[in-house]
Nanobody, 128 residues
Framework: QVQLVESGGGLVQSGGSLGLSCVAS????????MGWFRQPPGKEREFAAA????????YYADAVKRRFTISRDNAKNTVYLQMNRLKPEDTAVYYC?????????????????????WGQGTQVTVSS
């Protein structure tokens, strides 16, 4: 079991930056691959980024590539999402998720059903 708590959401102007954090408690954090998903208003939850258990591999959705950076600090049981050059279409509730397995395959890491643990979400609003 692992519990996840996100923080860092808020309101930001288009072109601005925001950093999200997700702190995990429970089982050993380093045994989980981690992902960030987002759910825009009126839409389904979608994949944004994922990171391997040791942080050596990162993966991004095309929509956020070269703007967002996922990282983790296993000593602090925390995964981060740094979001730069934000756009109004980035407005969403952002969720961190933990997967008891790898994320090397696209079909796995981008599938919400492959993650067994979720945080409560944090709102990110980008104004134009």
């Amino acid at each position: 079991q692992v519990q996840l708590v996100e923080s860092g959401g808020g309101l930001v102007q288009s072109g601005g930056s925001l950093g999200l954090s997700c702190v995990a408690s429970g089982r050993t954090f380093s045994s989980y691959s981690m992902g960030w998903f987002r759910q825009p208003p009126g839409k389904e939850r979608e994949f944004a980024a994922a990171i391997s258990r040791n942080g050596g591999s990162t993966y991004y959705a095309d929509a956020v590539k070269r703007r967002f950076t996922i990282s983790r600090d296993n000593a602090k049981n925390t995964v981060y999402l740094q979001m730069n050059r934000l756009k109004p279409e980035d407005t969403a509730v952002y969720y961190c998720a933990a997967r008891d397995g790898g994320v090397i395959f696209t079909s796995v890491r981008e599938n919400v059903n492959e993650y067994g643990y979720w945080g409560q979400g944090t709102q990110v609003t980008v104004s134009s």
